[in-house]
Structure formats: structure tokens, C-alpha cells
């Protein structure tokens, strides 16, 4: 495999699930760093498989590690920790220590903060930002998630800016609540109390209280953070970063890469080359052997090897001009360094 990545630091590889997009970040890294290039590869899947194709363990969890590895430059791996990368944002962006205190101590957030939707793609753009920013790395791989939570990733920074800018955001800083603690609503003759014990017993006030704390207490660091999701939606669009895209062989698997293709270019993001892996090689035919299993192995093995050339070349014409490469289905995958030497050896 050899895979021209010209001079843009940043290379996001995405795809479909199971089409072998971490052992091929974990590819492009070390052939990245064979070339002189410090680099480092990260994933934010939640399946973590990165940690054990480089051999780093769970040591890479929120840092980078050095992968033992005789490269002509360093390689470092990182297993992105949403949560300790919220806290560290916290730390540096909140007014003072007494700011951050009230944050991470705040129920709301150390029991559902980092669980909630998108906090996971956000935070995997914001360590790339915070990366991007020290400008360690020659060149940093992303592994991510299949397709529909890679555009949650894209789509991050988007939907953050919109809710700072939104009227759900000023709901959510009024004082809702008073000084007992009781929802302000409740003084209201009538429905006030009964509205308190229905959100009660159906929501939890305690909960209520702990939200409406946090998006107090939050309150100072809402322009930074969109501040960094814009920088972050700029360095995405920049010609500093591509996409690799991977796809399995077969004509069936064409809608999904094709999708993923055309929602990558409607974005306005820079498209890369196209990698088909797995794909079955063409049996040069020959006399049929005696034995009937023999020759019905070698017949599937002919029509897996023909369906996924159509597969490569249905592609190559759905995506004509674009940097199609196929690579060809291994004895077994690739899961350690020396299986990714022989997959980027010349």
C-alpha cells in the first residue's frame, strides 16, 4: 500500500464499519513516520481496537505514547478520553479555579456530562484543534467510527455554535429556580405547586437543579468555546486536512462509500484517495482439478475475485479523476507492527 498523502498534517480516515479503517490509519501513520515524518495516530471509536494493533494498551487512554517501533521518526498513538478532555478545556478556559471547581464538581456534570450525545464527536475535534495548535506532529491520522458517527464528528462544531447562538441557551441560563431551591414557578397560585410535583416525579427537581447550575456556572466559557468550535470548523475546510475514504469491494457496499463521498464534497471538505480494501484477486483459470471440493473452492474463489474487481471499477467510474486504490485480501489481518510492514512494504 502507498498512499500519496501530499503535505496535508491532518488525515481523516472514514468509511463504513468493518471495513478495516483502524488497521489502515495505523498503515498510513507508520508509513508516515518509515518516511521521517513525527507522527501520530488516534482513534475516537469506542471499540479502542488501535490500542491493540499498535501494541500501546490502555496507556494511550487521554495521552499520547511512543509505539516501539524503528522508524525514521517518532510514532505516538493516542486513545482520545472525551472526559478528560472536557475537564481539561474547564481548567484553561474558566475564569479561575473557583470557576472550574463549581463546574467539575457539579452533579449534572460528572454523572451525565460526558455521556450525553456529540460530547464524544466534539471533544475528538477539539483534541485535534488542541493538537493542531502545538504543532508536535508532522502529520496526525484520525481513525473514526463508521459512517453516521463520523458526521456527527463533522457536524460537531456546527451544532455547538448553533446552540451557543440559540434561544435554548438563554432558556436555560434564566433563574429558574430560587434561593430554597424551589422552581420560581411554583409561587404562582394555582397550577405553580402541582407543575413543581409533576417535573418532580417525572424528571427529578434534583436533576433540574443540577442542569440549571451547570448552565450557570458555564455560563463564562460559552465564548470561548465558540470561538474554538469556529477555528476548529475552519481547520476541517482547510487545505491542511483530507479525507481518506475506505470502502469494501462489492457493488453492494457502492451506496454507502458513494454517500459518504458526496456528503464529504457538498461540505466542502477536501476529498482524498479512495481505498477499496479486501478485495478478492482474479484466479487465472485452469484445468479443473479432480478433487470436487478443490474445484468448488477455487470456483467461489473465481466469483468473489470477478464480483470485486466490478466492485473496484464501478468506483472507479462513480468517482472518475479520484485516487482509487485496491488493496488485496491478506492471508489474515493485519494486527500487529510487523502485519503493518508487510501491508505498506514496497
Given at each position: ?5 501530499g503535505n496535508h498534517r491532518y488525515v481523516i480516515v472514514v468509511g463504513s464499519g468493518g471495513v478495516g479503517k483502524t488497521t489502515l490509519s495505523a498503515a498510513l501513520a507508520l508509513q508516515a513516520a518509515r518516511a521521517g515524518e513525527k507522527t501520530l495516530v488516534m482513534t475516537f471509536d469506542p471499540s479502542l481496537r488501535l490500542k491493540d494493533t499498535l501494541g ?58 460526558g455521556q450525553l450525545a456529540g460530547i464524544l464527536e466534539y471533544m475528538a475535534v477539539e483534541r485535534l484543534y488542541e493538537l493542531s495548535a502545538e504543532r508536535r506532529y508532522d502529520r496526525i491520522v484520525l481513525d473514526t467510527p463508521p459512517t453516521r458517527q463520523v458526521l456527527d464528528f463533522l457536524e460537531a462544531p456546527e451544532r455547538l455554535i448553533a446552540f ?183
Open positions: 500500500m502507498r498512499v500519496d498523502l500501546v494498551g490502555d496507556s494511550a487512554r487521554g495521552c499520547e505514547v511512543p509505539v516501539a517501533s524503528d522508524t525514521a521518526a517518532p510514532l505516538h498513538a493516542s486513545l482520545i478520553d472525551a472526559r478528560a478532555t472536557f475537564d481539561r478545556l474547564i481548567h484553561r478556559y474558566a475564569p479561575d479555579d473557583t470557576a472550574a471547581k463549581r463546574i467539575l464538581e457539579n452533579r449534572f456534570y460528572k454523572n451525565l456530562a451557543l447562538d440559540s434561544g435554548a441557551l438563554r432558556i436555560a441560563l434564566r433563574p429558574w429556580f430560587d434561593e430554597t431551591g424551589h422552581l420560581r414557578v411554583a409561587r404562582l397560585p394555582g397550577i405553580g405547586s402541582r407543575f413543581e410535583a409533576f417535573l418532580d416525579r417525572v424528571i427529578g427537581l434534583g436533576l433540574l437543579r443540577d442542569m440549571a447550575e451547570f448552565f450557570q456556572a458555564f455560563s463564562p466559557l460559552y465564548d470561548g468555546f465558540r470561538e474554538r468550535a469556529l477555528e476548529v470548523r475552519r481547520m476541517l475546510h482547510s487545505e491542511e486536512t483530507v479525507f481518506v475514504l475506505v470502502s469494501a469491494p462489492g457493488e453492494k457496499n457502492n451506496a454507502d462509500t458513494m454517500f459518504l463521498a458526496r456528503r464529504l464534497e457538498e461540505a466542502g471538505y477536501r476529498l482524498g484517495p479512495v481505498i477499496v480494501n479486501r478485495v478478492h484477486p482474479r484466479l487465472d483459470p485452469g484445468p479443473a482439478p479432480d478433487d470436487p471440493e478443490t474445484a468448488g473452492g477455487l470456483q467461489l474463489m473465481g466469483w468473489l475475485g470477478e464480483r470485486d474487481q466490478r466492485g473496484v471499477e464501478s468506483i472507479r467510474a462513480l468517482l472518475p479523476g479520484r485516487p482509487l486504490i485496491a488493496l488485496p485480501m491478506l492471508p489474515r489481518t493485519p494486527s500487529d507492527l510487523q502485519g503493518l510492514d508487510r501491508l505498506i512494504a514496497d
